[in-house]
C-alpha cells in the first residue's frame, strides 16, 4: 500500500460526538485516512465508512466539540517520520515528541497542537556512501549519519522506485533537505513517512538461532528468547512485568531499544526518563538512552493515540532493522491496547466477541508478533526485531482472552507469579510454568560460546526444580525429616537453585545484570555441591550435616561482588575441604 | 442562553432532549423544574437530532415540560485559598453553614493529564509512623497508593492515622488534605469529621462529602471536584497535598450505573468497558511536575466485594496505582491493629524513596528479608496444622515464631502510635531478625549486618 499523497482534501461535517468515537459525513475518505477534526483541527482516523457517515476515533480529548464544526481529510494514512533525530526521543502514541509538548503547551497535554515527530531545523553531518552511476533499489543504503555513538544508515524509502543515481553530496543538510537525486528526477531527503499499520517489507524471514542475551539469570540461563523472537510477560499487577521490562530495555544485548508504555503509569515513564540516561550501555560505556526510543501513552491519555501506540513503535522498530541493526522492542502492557480496541469496539456498537472484546482481537495480536523476526533486509543485510509483550490479565487469570491469544503466537512465555513476588522471590518468574520453544534452535549457541557443559547443566537444573515441586506436595503433607535421605539433599540443592541462582536483585548495581560467563559459574558451582552432597550421602554422611556445610551459605554473596573468581574458588575450596572432613569422619 | 422544552424521555439519571442547537460534548447543563429549582447535568452524546444529558441529582421532579440550558461550557469549579477549612457537598456547595467560596480561578474538573516529560520522579519519603507502611510498603510524594480493605475492616481509622501522622522528616513545607467521600453514611461521616476537629487538622483541610443518600450519580464528579482543588492547592499555592478518596467502591457502583442507563455493552461483572480509562482520569493525577513547588499524593480507599483481589475494581486499580496496602480479616481477627498484611501489599515507588539520603542505607535489605522470613514463616503455619509443630526442623520452628513475632510486635501498633522510621520501625526489624542465626540473613550483606545487627551493635 502506499501513503496517497495526491488525494484531495475534502470538506466535511461533524455529525455526532460521544466520548472518543465522533462521526463526520460529507468527507470523501478512505479506512484509516487521517482528519483533522473540528475548529481545533484535533487529530483523527477513519475507522469506519458507514454510507455517507464516516466514523472517526480522535487522538485527543474531545470535550467541548459540537455538530457541525468542520471535519477535513489529510487522504493519508497515519504515518511515522523515520530520520536521523529519532534516537534518545520520548513520543506520545502518535509520534508527537512529549518534550517539544511540554515546550509549547506547558506541563499538561492539552490539544489541537502538532508537533513534528522529528526536529526539521537540526542539521545532520550526511555521509554518501553511494556513487553518482549506482543502481540503487529501495531499501539499498544511500549513506549515513552518525546520530548519537549509533550509525543511522540512510536508505531508499521501501515505498518509492529505485534508479540510477544522478547525484548524491556529503555534507551538513536537515532532514528535509535533499541529499541525492535519481536520473529520472526523483528526490531522495534523509527523512520518509511509513504508514504504520503497514509492516515494511523485508527480502526474507529467517529462523533465529541467536540468544538475545539480557543479563537476567532466569531468562538467559532457563528460558531464553532469541534475536527475532517474541516473547510474553503475562502477570496480575504486582507481580514485576515492569521492572522485567525495564530490565530487558536497560541490559538486552541488542543495539536499539524501542520500549512502549502503552496505558501504563506516567511516573512509571517518568523513572525510566530520569533512569536512562544515567544508566551506562555495559557494551559501548554510552548512556543507554542513546540506543533508545520512549513512547509513552499512559493511561489518562487519549485511549484513541493508545492503540496506535503499538503501531508507532513497532514501525520505528522495523525502520532500524532495516538499517542491519537487531532491535528489541517491549511493550507494556499489550492488554491495555486489547482494552483501547474494546473501548473503541464498543463505542462503535460492533459485535462483542469473548469478555467484550472485539472479534479482530486475535488477528490484531498475532499480527502485531508477526513484525518481530529475524530477516534479510532490503539491501541484503541481516536484522531482527525481537517483541517482548507485557500482558496484564485481570484477577492475574491467564484462561483470559488476551493472554490465550498472546500465547498462541508467541515462542516463550514467562510466568509471573503472585506468590513469588509476595516472598519477594524477584524476578518472580515461576520456573514451572514458563516455557521458551527456542531451546533447540539457541542449543548450538551455548555449546560453542558458552561451553559444551552448559545444555546439560540447564536440563540438570531444570530436573531439580521439577523434582523439588514434587517433593514439596509430599514435604506439605508429612514434614521433611520424613523424606528419604538423597531427597532431603535434592531440596536442599533446589534451595540453592532458588535462592543463588533464580533470584536476582535488580536495585543491585552489580547484581542487576550478570553475564553468560557468571551464570555458568555460579550453576557449576551449585552442581558442584550437589556431586559431592550425592557422593558424601552414599558414603554415609548424614544428610543434615551436608545440609548444614558452611561454605555453601556464601554463594549468594558472589552476585553481589564484580570480580567473583576468586571469592568463588575460595568458597569451593572451603566447600571441598568441609566434605572431606565430613567423609573422614563418617 | 436559549431553553429548551424538548425533552423526550428520561431514563435513570439521563435525559434525551431533541431539537437543540449545536451542543458541545461533556458541556455542563442546567435543568429548570417546574417549582423553579435547578438541577445540574453534563452532555454525553451529542449529535444534530438528539443531545442525551447525564444529571448529577435525581431525576425527581424532572419532566417533559422541564426547560433545559446547555452553559457552553465544561463543568468548572471555582477555587480560592479559602477553601481549607471548608465543608463542601459532593457537588461542590459549601454544606458547613459558611459563605460561599469566593473564586480566585474557575478550574476544568476533568484535568487534562500530566506529560511524563514534564513530571519529576517523586522521591520525597513520606513518614507515616505506622510501621507497615514506613518499613515494608513505603509511600513517597507523588505516590497513588491505595487501601484495599473490605466490609467490617478499620481501613478509615488506618486512613485518619495516616492523614493525622504523614510528614516528610524534616521538612516544614506547606502541608493539606483533601478529603473525598463516596456514599459513607453519615455515621462514618461523622468520625470522619470528630477526628479532623480532635486532632486541628481541618484547618488545613478540604473536605467533599457525597453521603449514602446523595444521589449516586453525584459521585461521579466528587473526586474530580476533589482532585481539581488538590491541584489547584499544590500547583497553584505551592502546597503538598494528600488526597484521601472513599470508598472507590461506590464510585464505580455509580459508573456501573450510568452505563446501564445509556444502554451500553457491560465488560466484566457488567462494569463499563472504559473503566480502567476512567479510574485512570482519576489515579493519574497524583503526582509532581518539575518546576512546581507542591504535590498531589493519593490514598484512595475501596471495599472489596466479598473480599476478592480479582474483582473488576481493585484488579483494574491495582493495574494504574503504584501498589497497593491490603488490610486483612484474618489479622482482623486476631486482634491486631493495623491489620495490614504485608504479603500482598507493595509499594512500587518504595525504592525512589528509601536509602541512603532518604531513609537509612540498610531499609530496602532489612525490608526484603523481613519479607522472606514473614512469607516463610506463614507457609509453615499450614504444614503445623497438618503435622504438628513437633515435626518441623529447629530452623522451621524459628521461622515460624519470626512470623507471630512480626505480626505481635511489627504490625501491631497503637492507633496513635507514631514510629520514626529509624529507631522505631528498622531497629525494631533488625531486633526481629536477630532471632534469626545470622547465616540465615542471606539478603544482607556482612557489612550491614555487622553495622545494625543488634549483636554486633552491642559490642
Not at chain 2, 341 to 370: A, F, Y
Not at chain 2, 431 to 450: A, F, W
Amino acid at each position: 500500500m502506499e501513503v496517497n499523497e495526491e488525494q484531495k482534501t475534502t470538506a466535511g461535517v461533524l455529525k455526532r460526538i460521544a466520548g472518543p468515537v465522533v462521526t463526520a459525513v460529507g468527507l470523501n475518505a478512505h479506512m484509516y485516512d487521517v482528519v483533522k477534526v473540528g475548529n481545533e483541527e484535533l487529530m483523527g482516523e477513519v475507522i469506519k465508512v458507514d454510507g455517507d457517515a464516516n466514523i472517526i476515533q480522535v487522538y485527543e480529548n474531545t470535550t467541548g466539540l459540537r455538530p457541525g464544526e468542520p471535519v477535513s481529510n489529510t487522504g493519508l494514512s497515519l504515518a511515522v517520520e523515520l530520520g536521523p533525530g529519532l534516537l534518545t526521543s520520548i513520543y506520545d502514541g502518535i509520534q508527537r515528541p512529549l518534550e517539544v509538548l511540554v515546550e509549547k503547551m506547558g506541563s499538561f497535554i492539552e490539544r489541537g497542537v502538532s508537533a513534528p515527530g522529528i526536529p526539521r531545523d537540526k542539521k545532520w553531518e550526511f555521509k554518501a556512501l553511494a556513487k553518482v552511476g549506482d543502481d540503487v533499489s529501495p531499501g539499498a543504503i544511500l549513506g549515513e549519519v552518525q546520530e548519537t555513538n549509533i550509525v543511522h544508515r540512510i536508505m531508499v524509502p521501501p515505498n518509492m522506485k529505485g534508479g540510477r543515481i544522478a547525484t548524491i553530496t556529503s555534507g551538513s543538510f536537515t532532514v528535509e533537505e535533499t541529499i541525492c537525486t535519481l536520473e529520472d528526477g526523483t528526490e531522495f531527503q534523509m527523512m520518509h513517512r511509513w504508514p504504520v499499520r503497514v509492516p515494511r517489507p523485508v527480502m526474507e524471514k529467517k529462523n533465529p538461532t541467536i540468544p538475545l542475551i539480557t543479563g537476567q539469570r532466569i531468562l538467559d540461563g532457563l528460558f531464553p528468547i532469541a534475536k527475532g523472537g517474541t516473547a510474553a510477560i503475562p502477570g496480575p499487577f504486582g507481580s514485576g512485568k515492569t521492572v522485567t521490562q525495564q530490565q530487558l530495555a536497560k541490559w538486552s544485548d541488542a543495539e536499539i531499544v524501542v520500549y512502549i508504555g502503552c496505558g501504563e503509569r506516567g511516573n512509571e515513564m517518568t523513572e525510566v526518563l530520569t533512569e536512562f540516561p544515567e544508566l551506562e550501555d555495559p557494551k559501548s560505556g554510552k548512556p543507554l538512552m542513546e540506543r533508545t526510543i520512549l513512547i509513552a501513552n499512559t493511561s489518562n491519555m487519549p485511549v484513541a493515540a493508545r492503540e496506535a501506540s503499538v503501531y508507532t513503535g513497532i514501525t520505528i522498530a522495523e525502520y532500524f532493522r532495516d538499517m542491519g541493526y537487531d532491535v528489541s522492542l517491549m511493550a507494556d502492557s499489550t492488554s491495555r491496547w486489547a482494552e483501547a480496541m474494546r473501548e473503541i469496539s464498543s463505542r462503535l456498537e460492533e459485535m462483542p466477541g469473548e469478555e467484550g472484546y472485539p472479534a479482530y482481537l486475535a488477528a490484531r495480536l498475532s499480527e502485531f508478533y508477526e513484525r518481530a523476526g529475524l530477516v534479510t533486509t532490503l539491501a541484503g543485510a541481516s536484522g531482527s526485531v525481537s517483541v517482548i509483550g507485557a500482558v496484564s490479565p485481570p484477577g492475574g487469570d491467564f484462561s483470559e482472552p488476551v493472554t490465550q491469544n498472546t500465547l498462541r503466537i508467541v515462542k516463550v512465555f514467562w510466568a509471573l507469579d503472585a506468590k513469588l513476588s509476595q516472598r519477594r522471590h524477584f524476578p518472580a518468574i515461576n520456573w514451572l510454568n514458563s516455557y521458551s520453544l527456542y531451546l533447540d534452535t539457541l542449543g548450538p549457541w551455548y555449546d560453542t560460546e558458552v561451553s559444551p557443559e552448559w545444555n546439560p547443566l540447564r536440563s540438570w537444573a531444570m530436573e531439580v526444580l521439577q523434582k523439588e515441586a514434587e517433593l514439596q506436595e509430599i514435604v506439605q503433607l508429612v514434614g521433611s525429616d520424613a523424606l528419604p535421605e538423597t531427597e532431603q539433599i535434592t531440596i536442599e540443592v533446589a534451595r540453592l537453585i532458588r535462592e543463588v541462582f533464580l533470584q536476582q536483585n535488580a536495585y543491585d548495581a552489580v547484581d542487576t545484570f550478570c553475564e553468560m560467563k557468571k551464570q555458568y559459574d555460579m550453576m557449576k558451582a551449585i552442581r558442584s555441591y550437589a556431586d559431592q552432597s550425592y557422593a558424601a550421602q552414599a558414603a554415609g554422611v548424614s544428610p543434615t550435616q551436608i545440609i548444614s556445610i558452611k561454605a555453601k551459605n556464601d554463594l549468594p554473596q558472589i552476585k553481589f561482588v564484580k570480580d567473583y573468581e576468586p571469592m568463588l574458588d575460595g568458597i569451593l575450596k572451603a566447600m571441598e575441604s568441609e566434605f572431606t572432613t565430613l567423609r573422614s569422619s563418617a | 442562553m436559549k431553553e429548551y422544552r424538548t425533552i423526550n424521555r428520561i431514563a435513570g439519571p439521563l435525559l434525551f432532549v431533541e431539537k437543540t442547537e449545536p451542543i458541545g460534548y461533556e458541556e455542563l447543563v442546567n435543568i429548570t423544574l417546574a417549582d423553579g429549582s435547578v438541577k445540574r447535568g453534563q452532555v454525553l452524546d451529542t449529535s444534530d437530532e438528539l443531545v442525551v444529558v447525564q444529571v448529577f441529582e435525581t431525576t425527581t421532579g424532572i419532566g417533559r415540560d422541564s426547560g433545559v440550558r446547555f452553559t457552553g461550557e465544561a463543568i468548572k469549579m471555582p477555587v480560592g485559598r479559602e477553601m481549607l477549612g471548608r465543608i463542601l457537598s459532593g457537588g461542590g456547595k459549601p454544606i458547613d453553614g459558611g459563605p460561599e467560596i469566593v473564586p480566585e480561578k474557575r478550574l476544568d474538573i476533568t484535568g487534562a493529564a500530566i506529560n511524563p516529560y514534564a513530571r519529576s520522579s517523586p522521591a520525597d519519603f513520606i513518614q507515616t509512623g505506622i510501621s507497615t507502611i514506613d518499613g515494608t510498603n513505603t509511600l513517597v510524594r507523588g505516590q497513588k497508593l491505595p487501601i484495599f480493605s473490605a466490609a467490617g475492616l478499620p481501613h478509615n481509622n488506618i486512613a485518619l492515622q495516616i492523614a493525622r501522622q504523614a510528614k516528610v522528616p524534616g521538612s516544614t513545607e506547606d502541608f493539606a488534605v483533601v478529603f473525598a467521600a463516596m456514599g459513607i453514611t453519615k455515621e462514618e461521616a461523622n468520625a470522619f469529621m470528630q477526628d479532623f476537629e480532635r486532632t486541628g487538622a481541618l484547618e488545613r483541610a478540604v473536605v467533599f462529602l457525597n453521603l449514602a443518600d446523595d444521589p449516586a450519580v453525584e459521585r461521579i464528579i466528587t473526586p474530580r471536584l476533589a482532585l481539581t482543588t488538590a491541584e489547584y492547592l499544590a500547583y497553584d499555592l505551592g502546597m503538598h497535598v494528600l488526597v484521601i478518596l472513599t470508598d472507590m467502591t461506590n464510585y464505580c457502583e455509580a459508573l456501573r450505573q450510568i452505563g446501564a442507563a445509556r444502554e451500553e455493552v457491560p465488560g466484566r461483572r457488567g462494569y463499563p468497558g472504559y473503566m480502567y480509562t476512567d479510574l485512570a482520569g482519576i489515579y493519574e493525577r497524583a503526582g509532581i511536575i518539575k518546576g512546581k513547588k507542591g504535590s498531589v499524593t493519593q490514598i484512595p480507599i475501596l471495599t472489596m466485594p466479598g473480599d476478592d483481589i480479582t474483582h473488576p475494581i481493585p484488579d483494574l486499580t491495582g493495574y494504574i496505582t503504584e501498589g497497593q496496602i491490603v488490610v486483612s480479616r484474618e489479622l482482623h481477627r486476631k486482634g491486631i491493629y493495623p491489620p495490614i498484611n504485608v504479603l500482598p501489599s507493595l509499594s512500587r515507588l518504595m525504592n525512589l524513596g528509601i536509602g541512603k539520603g532518604h531513609t537509612r542505607e540498610d531499609h530496602k535489605k532489612v525490608s526484603d528479608q523481613m519479607y522472606a522470613a514473614y512469607a516463610e514463616g506463614n507457609d509453615l503455619r499450614g504444614l503445623v496444622a497438618i503435622v504438628g509443630k513437633d515435626a518441623l526442623s529447629e530452623r522451621d520452628r524459628m521461622f515460624l515464631e519470626f512470623a507471630d513475632l512480626f505480626e505481635q510486635r511489627f504490625v501491631r501498633q497503637g492507633i496513635d502510635e507514631d514510629r520514626t522510621i529509624g529507631e522505631g520501625t528498622l531497629d525494631l526489624g533488625w531486633d526481629l531478625l536477630s532471632t534469626l542465626p545470622v547465616e540465615q540473613l542471606s539478603r544482607i550483606d556482612r557489612e550491614l549486618i555487622e553495622k545494625y545487627h543488634p549483636k554486633f551493635r552491642a559490642k
